[in-house]
């Protein structure tokens, strides 16, 4: 059985921006575990959970479920700029989740206006 919300394009996307994320932080010192590291990896996560959460409900709590998965869109950005800051990321890197979270972001928005 497959669910509704798996076929999502956003969806994928979502599942593995939070994979790369996950895989990124394991490089992490330490010393960031319980700050930026465990933030960064739950608001990554935060983003497939809210679709998939919300893709069982009406579509208009699907709609707030959306807005909620933008906003740890969001809140993605400025933790990928401090971590770039602190020489945690490349530059490469940096330009890579930040293009990545962009296109959520506006999948994100897309399907919300869709419903």
Known sequence: MEFRFESLRVYQEALEFAHTVYSITKKWPSSYRFSLTNQFQRAALS???NIAEGSGKTKKDFQHFLSIARGSCY???PIIQL???E???THQEYDA???TIVSI???LTAL???I
């Open 105 to 107: 972001a506006k999948m």
């Open 75 to 77: 809140e993605c950005i």
């Open 87 to 89: 020489n945690l990321l």
């Open 83 to 85: 971590a770039y800051k």
């Open 97 to 99: 989740l930040r293009e």
């Open 47 to 49: 983003i497939s959970l």
């Open 112 to 114: 919300r206006a869709k």
